[in-house]
């Protein structure tokens, strides 16, 4: 019989909680202007945003970045309470001011390194794993976002399309600035912070999900429960040819028990039909703790 070990979660209490929060802005805000300025702004790679903006007025008229930020961020978050209400929170007000506050704090430190591709690798990597852990303390830093939101509630443009056409121009205004060759490391200083925000939000680990049909499905459920340690879900499930019930098995596996779960069902029903795809985020027993 499988013996299921439950272990209480540790909950702060509300206070704590919004500490830490504030820690997470703060320290998030620190990560980003630490990459913008050491690895972006030295290389002239203007990679969307409001960072961007002040990396191209930087290059024209050599006005601080810090200064270029808090005019425009906080302009911003005053709209945003104006047009949108008052859902924004005193967090994303810290982290409107406390991010150009560290780019003012980290500007004269220099570059890291004077490689263009470099300062867009690493500049990208660090601006998003800043900004997921702002995203972690459930605020923003403002600029951009905003700025889209208030387009998205009077015209009604997608906030994906907004920040598109905004980012979009950014980069487009740095290529006749600093170049093509520069536009083109900020596009890959733009994917690589998505895709560390992803990373930060979701973690490393990927777990698998696997969707089983089989004809023995109650031996496999059986067995996965007993002999896998996890569980399964049945999902009612119809054949789209025959119109037949044909119930499917759901289960979500670590990563190193992909192979003992095919070799089970493989034992157990050869002609079974197995999907297995990524599953991103696993909350609850067993997984990763909420």
């Known amino acids: 019989m499988m013996m299921a070990i439950r272990r209480r979660k540790a909950i702060l209490p509300p206070w704590a909680e919004t500490v830490l929060e504030y820690i997470y802005v703060v320290i998030g805000s ?40 808090w005019a425009f961020n906080i302009p911003l978050f005053i709209a945003g309470l104006v047009f949108l209400g008052r859902r924004f929170g005193l967090k994303t007000l810290v982290g409107t001011i406390v991010l150009p506050l560290f780019v003012y704090v980290f500007e004269d430190w220099g570059a890291a390194t004077k490689d263009p591709l470099l300062g867009a690798l690493f500049g990208g990597l660090g601006i998003g794993a800043g900004l997921g852990i702002v995203f972690r303390g459930k605020a923003s830093t403002g600029g951009v976002d905003l700025l889209a939101q208030i387009i998205h509630k009077y015209i009604g443009i997608s906030l994906g399309t907004i920040i598109l056409l905004i980012d979009g121009t950014i ?13 083109l490391y900020a596009l890959i200083a733009m994917f690589l912070t998505a895709k560390t925000i992803d990373v930060v939000q979701m973690g490393l680990g990927t777990s698998k999900m696997a969707l089983i049909i089989s004809d023995h499905e109650d031996e496999l459920r059986k067995g996965i429960l007993t002999d896998i340690y996890r569980g399964v879900t049945k999902i009612s499930a119809f054949g789209g040819y025959t119109e037949d019930e044909r119930p499917m098995l759901m289960c979500v596996v670590a990563q190193h028990e992909v192979t003992k779960l095919k070799q089970y069902v493989r034992d157990i029903d050869p002609s079974a039909f197995i999907i297995v795809v990524n599953a991103h985020e696993v909350l609850g027993e067993g997984f990763k703790r909420q």
Do not use: C, D, H, R
């Open 30 to 69: 620190a990560f980003v202007a630490l990459a913008f300025s050491v690895f972006l702004l030295p290389n002239a790679i203007a990679s969307g945003g409001v960072s961007g903006i002040s990396t191209i007025l930087y290059g024209l008229f050599k006005w601080k970045p810090s200064y270029v930020q």
């Open 171 to 183: 980069v487009l205004s740095s290529a006749v600035i600093f170049g093509i060759e520069q536009a």
